[in-house]
């Protein structure tokens, strides 16, 4: 069962996701509790509420709360609030809350936030770490894909299963705010959407960054590229001591690349450079070099840093997905640098040295 569908399930309300003509396309295991089975959630509606629904649910006004009365298991008609969100994706989430138990609803959705954390286990927290464990458990697998479009597919299918119920939570949390300030506790609901915000950018993260389009090359100026990369990090390289120069050895020809796609790999390996030096003992006079050379048929850019360098066993698995030093590393951005450079007919050769350094150099072809 998918990380985003045990979430789905374990929300402590009658939560359903629809689609445009209000068929139940999944819902809490709460639903259960309260509602007979239904295919379309009109089916669960008191005759008196339809109109009420077809105005509302029907209009993708957004998000909104309104007050309906529903056929439930235990008594023919109750009152509920509804609260209403169309995500981007065209799917209405529903959540509904009895009028009468309204107040033991909040306070034991509100319960078992203080336990989570008072545990440090804040539930959508937990999700982001869920995201990362199973990106992990399909590392075995990635390993035997060499192409990286394969990869995106199925880190994206993950993240994509994570991202839509994040998207109702996060609407739904902004909705139960006033009523957990009422009773003192709106803080829970502020740590919560930090942490959300904090799981999509994750998401988007990983999205955006398995996924690499076929180059749109054009006539580029490769060492004007390089000096605008240069610029973009000023300030960041100030800010940790660090010394970047570019050394223009040669004046280079034009040549055909994607543009986006070559700065997102200087972009890349900069950073990695300059993290290294962060732990390394030149953490307060780091230096990282650029070099560009040409020979009779290719162009070569160099990235020198005098960071914390590598074992050989570490660059032996550098460009596997996944594969990361860092704490907080995901372990994509070097796997998808080299694909992006193998799509320009090139490579990317490593030298480290632990403790003093490391080199990555990029080789393009000329003719490209």
């Known amino acids: 069962m998918s990380v ?6 374990s929300v402590p309300f009658p939560y359903f996701i629809m689609d445009e003509q209000l068929k139940i396309l999944g819902v809490s295991d709460e639903v259960f509790q309260h509602f007979p089975q239904a295919s379309n959630f009109m089916d669960l509606v008191d005759y008196g509420s339809i109109k009420k629904v077809e105005k509302f649910m029907k209009s993708n006004v957004g998000q909104t709360k309104i007050e309906i009365n529903m056929l439930t298991k235990h008594q023919p008609i109750t009152l509920f609030d509804v609260y209403i969100q169309w995500d981007s994706e065209k799917k209405l989430n529903v959540f509904c809350i009895e009028k009468q138990e309204f107040v033991h609803q909040v306070q ?22 869920e995201l990362e464990h199973s990106l992990k458990r399909v590392q075995q ?24 119920p994040l998207t109702s939570i996060r609407g739904f949390l902004q909705l139960l705010k006033p009523h957990l300030s009422s009773i003192g506790k709106e803080h829970y609901a502020n740590i919560a959407l930090d942490e959300i915000n904090q799981a999509n950018n994750l998401i988007y993260q990983y999205l955006n960054t398995t996924k690499p389009s076929t180059p749109n090359k054009t006539q580029s100026n490769l060492q004007k ?39 997102q790999v200087f972009l890349n390996i900069l950073r990695n450079g300059m993290e290294a030096i962060q732990n390394s003992k030149n953490r307060n006079n780091g230096q990282i070099f650029i070099r560009t050379d040409l020979t009779d048929d290719a162009i070569k850019i160099s990235f020198e840093d005098n960071g914390i360098g590598m074992t050989q066993v570490t660059i032996a698995n550098l460009f596997t997905p996944f594969f990361t030093m860092k704490e907080k590393g995901t372990g994509i951005g070097l796997a998808v640098s080299l694909h992006i450079i193998n799509m320009h007919g090139g490579t990317i050769e490593v030298k480290s040295e632990a403790g003093i350094g490391s080199q990555f150099t990029i080789i393009l072809p000329i003719d490209m």
């Open 141 to 164: 697998l990635l390993m035997q894909h060499d192409n990286l479009s394969n990869i995106g597919k199925l880190v994206s299918h993950i993240a994509d299963e994570l991202k839509k």
């Open 108 to 129: 034991s959705f509100v319960t078992k936030l203080e336990k989570q954390l008072n545990n440090e286990n804040l539930t959508i927290a937990e999700k982001q770490d």
């Open 225 to 263: 590229m390089i000096t605008e990369v240069v610029q973009l990090t000023n300030a960041e390289s100030k800010k940790i001591h660090c010394e970047v120069k570019y050394v223009k050895e040669h004046i280079l020809p034009a040549v055909n690349v994607d543009v986006k796609q070559m700065k």
């Open 4 to 9: 985003a569908k045990n979430y789905i399930e």
